[in-house]
């Protein structure tokens, strides 16, 4: 994507949060898994930080150094014509500006930014210390020019923060202070239950973004709750590399890769021709 | 894997070539794709170049340039305890030298080296001159104090070279000449046919390698045939991937998401425990 045009691509995304359907993200970690979901027709490509970092040699949770996050969004970003949004995990301990300066360079306009802190163990952030993260993002996008399209992640039920009872509470609040510090939509991974993601729907003024996982409602149900945005998160990561363990154990097992003669395999030419 | 010992990873590595078993090998194009190799008991581990290629974003035949392969092959050798060897298509271009220290230092023991040449045109080099970097190659080797594992590739059937009932005959003259030039096993991909392989087992005196692709012959009976070592190549990749194009088209044609259904998929947690 020209780096010029970043304002427009940015304003693009933005506009697919509030289009009559639901914004479906089937997340790319490397540049051939991005081709292929914009080969698929999807308007826009969403990164996952898990399936990058697995791809380049890191567990989840910000041990990958932000350079070669930041290197692997770059490639996406400069293989594909459709507006990225990177996952960039808790910010990764820069400033704001310098964080949306290196994003933006990266060609991405759109962020993942969550409440989860990466130390010796998870935790949540303060609430009003992440809003006040998002509010910094916001400004430091506003003065480069363009509109990032801020995705803020509110991790109450992903890492189980406090009594069950207040979980659903406590993402409302977190949703709405991030709203008013200038998130554009608002992630609450972790939910299934579909009371709770339409209490989520109603109660947070902003689109949200849920996390399409084992146990989620369908997409199509999830678009009748009326969420804005559904993800799959590293669920593609896995769910692609499910199939080379599985014929790994079966080549060892066996001694046959029935992987190799799945009639709908990708062929080589057809992997060429999607990165010329 | 400790740089102090690429001789005794070299060794273990052309003995796997030599011993009652066939040696397979599950092609890896990144980090994650090699744990789960590793973790599935594989002895070794080789990569894809078709693979490191498309996940960085450049079709297959040395478009990628040859420090991001390196860096590739780097990441891998570092997050594995088992040898690795590396695509390194036909060397890059790159004086023999310089190419088996930049190999070593990045951590392999054995290397794939093509006759196939990359111009305007896919074309097969000149069976000597070929020869001649195998030659190199393996001087460059012992220079540096290591048995490079050399696996030379005669591509006559790969890409169609001369008249169909001359390619044994000229697969056979190149293998020979490859491996009285030091390599330590041939590599005749696009075989299928049992007749074939079985001539070719017998006339070249070295380890074949045969790509196990859709139509091979099982690996069991690959190994039956005599075959020394069978390579997933690109397939591994591709069939990992076509899960993920699966999936993107099932999203927008469904709504629905079953491959993150997969009762067997990979979990969040045991991606990063293979990291740590």
Request: proline content about 4%.
């Amino acid at each position: 994507m020209a780096s010029s045009n970043l304002a427009g691509e940015a304003e693009t995304l933005l506009g697919l949060h509030h289009g009559d359907d639901i914004l479906v993200l089937v997340n790319a970690w490397d540049v051939i898994s991005a081709r292929l979901v914009e080969e698929a027709g999807f308007p826009a490509v969403a990164t996952t930080s898990a399936g990058v970092a697995a791809s380049l040699g890191y567990p989840d949770g910000e041990r990958i150094p932000v350079e070669e996050m930041l290197a692997a969004v770059k490639r996406i970003s400069e293989a594909i014509s459709v507006p990225v949004t990177a996952d960039m995990e808790s910010g990764y301990g820069l400033p704001a500006d310098q964080l949306v300066e290196r994003l933006l360079d990266a060609g991405a306009v759109g962020m993942n930014i969550e409440d989860s802190r990466h130390g010796e163990q998870e935790s949540l952030a303060e609430a009003e210390a992440h809003g006040q993260l998002v509010a910094e993002i916001r400004a430091a996008a506003e003065a480069a020019g363009v509109h990032l399209v801020i995705n803020a992640r509110a991790d109450v039920f992903l890492l189980a923060d406090g009594p069950p009872e207040g979980r659903l509470d406590e993402a409302i609040r977190r949703g709405r202070l991030y709203r008013q510090a200038g998130a554009d939509s608002v992630f609450v991974p972790a939910v299934e239950d579909e009371g709770v993601i339409t209490a989520l729907v109603q109660a947070i003024d902003a689109p949200l973004n849920v996390l399409v996982r084992a146990g989620s409602p369908p997409i199509h149900r999830l678009a009748e709750l009326g969420v804005a945005r559904a993800s799959l998160g590293g669920g593609t990561t896995r769910a692609a590399y499910t199939v080379l363990k599985r014929l790994a154990n079966e080549i060892r097992d066996e001694a046959t890769a029935s992987a190799i003669n799945d009639p709908e395999i990708i062929s080589h030419d057809a992997v060429n021709r999607l990165l010329e």
